[in-house]
């Protein structure tokens, strides 16, 4: 149990130091004592009242100190990290196997113990064709889950591909992004001929398709242009990141769900995992649109950050990020996922904001329970005080 | 002269002169008087004081009330008059129950005065002096009081009969917490109500043992000035050794007496 805000519960304590001082030291109406020598005594003015040293009223006292408690724990955002699971898995699992979802979760271990279905989010995503969007989707819905529930403690990671991907460059810079360790289980599924077809294609080289500039009309092959320009942080293309304030005006067609619409095979992906750069095959070799704008005069694509950039826009048809099929055991041999210097569980407050994060009680109903608590013993103190006056 | 010759004792203010040994005073140039055997079996009378002071300090302090006290001493004190042979007798100033045993020798008399005594609880405010009128001249009186109420008019009635030949003596009883005020600031109130409410505090407490100290003073001054007895006895002291001391006390005023 923890609370966001400690300083209220030192006001709080100061507060019952002061009332408990109060009822110490509260002036009453004296009890005589019968002397049988009080003449001896010098006459005088004799106070009805006196300071009363000895504790009273204790119920009195103990109800105002459990309702300032109440106040105290409901005002400071006291948060019960026992409540609900406290590690989250999140399944990524490619589309093609999510019809057996059911099946994936039931099976779902960890330590020779099966996971409860609570505590799994299954989340679909293309990872036949683009693996590394497994850690995409996962640090979104991970995200969601350490904002949505502060209770979640911990993330584990399963990424479950099918037989055989695509080679994904971008694997490794994505891992990256991932500080734990992951669990990634292969799963055997009838390989896409035509797929395999195509990646036997002969290589030739590509066409360079650039966006049209701001203000002039005109299409991009496998994007559509954004209805709200937005601004993303990273470009990832051949392994390394370009970090800049880049201006996204397009979206990728499979992004937004255009049917019918021929998906790229993409080359270069944003930060957020869209992808940037895509590959059409074509009778004479292929053509690469790249949505990606610079400023004019920008030596943003040349700089020494952009080397791989420049080898996957240089790489022939079907090169750098080639559509050979591979075998997913290749992507499980990556020593990165079960390195043991990273954490088994990736930790829920790496994804929180620090301040957003201990802003709210944990569970949201605490706090209300604690100030209907609180008014309620207020009530009683009320109720006894008038009580003891009648 | 009724009965048979006894014992001499020095005269005192009030005796029939009849009774002087004329011959005796020739020769030893000393007033005597003849006592005979029936003056010889002094009558002793207990004078208790249940005024509501002297249920002071309530059950529950630190030391026994001046009424377990004053009824100890009073039933040791008749006890050993009782084994002397003397008639013994009580009077018990209550306001309900005022309690009235004449000197007597019978067999459990001594028995029914504890038993008497026992069943009394100390209040209201009775006086003293109309049952020190009550007492026989002759007898031996004992005034067990705090002489905390109508102190003068019982020192007048006492006056009375040591002017008539009789003897008294006052135990005067005080509670330690009377002699040593509790620490602290208190509200207190007379329990027979004879002063308004007064207050115990560190600055009063100095003039209230000057004041009660002169009081005690005078008390014992007016009592020895007029050739009674006066013990001070403070309520925690052990009664058994408090009775042996007054009847140490009484045993040599009378062998002063007759010497």
Request: positive net charge; hydrophobic residues 45%.
């Amino acid at each position: 149990m923890s609370v966001a805000l400690p300083w209220v519960l030192v006001a709080a304590v100061l507060g019952a130091m002061v009332v408990g001082l109060l009822h110490y030291l509260a002036r009453r109406t004296s009890t005589p004592w019968l002397l049988p020598t009080a003449r001896f005594l010098p006459a005088g003015d004799v106070p009805v009242t006196s300071v009363q040293r000895a504790l009273d009223d204790r119920r009195l006292l103990l109800l105002r100190l459990l309702a300032l408690a109440s106040l105290a724990l409901g005002a400071a955002g006291t948060r019960c990290t026992g409540i609900g699971a406290s590690t989250r898995h999140i399944l990524v699992v490619d589309r093609a196997l999510m019809r057996d979802s059911t099946r994936w979760v039931a099976s779902l271990s960890e330590e020779g113990r099966t996971v409860p279905r609570s505590a799994i989010q299954a989340v679909p995503a293309p990872l036949a064709e683009w693996p590394s969007l497994a850690f995409v989707e996962a640090l979104q819905v991970a995200a969601q889950v350490a904002r949505a529930e502060p209770a979640v403690r911990h993330l584990a990671l399963h990424v479950l591909l099918p037989d055989s991907v695509r080679l994904d460059d971008g694997w490794a810079a994505w891992r990256a992004q991932w500080p734990a360790q992951v669990d990634v289980q292969v799963v055997g599924r009838p390989v896409d001929e035509r797929t395999l077809s195509a990646a036997a294609a002969p290589v030739s080289a590509p066409e360079i398709r650039w966006p049209p500039r701001a203000g002039i009309t005109g299409t991009l092959r496998g994007f559509v242009p954004r209805p709200v320009a937005d601004t993303v942080g990273a470009l990832v293309a051949g392994g390394s990141p370009i970090v800049a304030p880049w201006l996204r005006r397009w979206e990728a067609v499979a992004s937004v769900g255009v049917s019918g619409a021929a998906t790229g095979r993409p080359m270069a992906w944003w930060s957020d995992g869209e992808p940037a750069v895509l590959e059409f095959a074509t009778a004479n070799g292929c053509e690469r649109s790249v949505a990606v704008e610079t400023p004019p005069g920008s030596d943003l694509l040349i700089s020494p950050a952009a080397v791989g950039w420049q080898r996957v826009l240089a790489a022939p048809c079907g090169g750098a990020a080639s559509a050979r099929r591979m075998a997913s055991r290749d992507l499980m041999s990556d020593s990165t996922l079960r390195r043991a210097s990273w954490p088994r569980h990736l930790s829920a407050d790496w994804l929180r904001d620090g301040r957003e994060a201990q802003r709210w009680p944990s569970p949201r109903w605490l706090a209300p329970a604690f100030l209907t608590i609180s008014l309620l013993l207020l009530g009683a103190e009320a109720w006894w005080r008038s009580r003891g006056r009648s | 002269m009724v009965g048979e010759f006894a014992e001499y004792r020095l005269y005192r203010q009030g005796d029939d002169p009849r009774t002087l040994d004329w011959k005796l005073l020739a020769r030893s140039d000393r007033p005597f008087v003849r006592l005979a055997d029936d003056r010889a079996q002094l009558p002793t009378v207990v004078l208790l004081d249940a005024s509501a002071s002297m249920a002071f300090p309530m059950p529950g302090g630190s030391s026994p009330s001046k009424w377990v006290a004053a009824s100890a001493i009073a039933i040791g004190l008749l006890a050993v008059a009782r084994a002397t042979g003397d008639p013994i007798g009580c009077l018990v100033a209550h306001d309900v129950v005022p309690l009235r045993m004449a000197p007597r020798s019978r067999r459990g008399t001594l028995e029914e005065i504890m038993h008497r005594i026992g069943a009394t609880t100390p209040s209201g405010s009775a006086p003293l002096a109309p049952l020190i009128h009550e007492v026989p001249r002759h007898a031996r009186l004992v005034v067990i009081s705090d002489a905390l109420g109508d102190h003068d008019a019982m020192v007048a009635a006492v006056r009375g009969r040591l002017g008539a030949g009789g003897s008294a003596m006052l135990v005067h009883v005080v509670a330690p917490e009377e002699l040593d005020l509790p620490s602290g600031v208190h509200r207190v109130e007379d329990p027979e109500r004879t002063v308004e409410p007064r207050q115990i505090s560190s600055a009063n407490r100095r003039a209230y043992a000057e004041s009660f100290g002169a009081f005690r003073e005078a008390v014992a001054t007016a009592w020895y000035g007029m050739g009674a007895s006066y013990a001070l006895v403070p309520s925690d002291r052990d009664p058994v050794r408090t009775v042996r001391a007054l009847v140490a006390a009484a045993a040599s005023s009378l062998g002063a007496g007759r010497a």
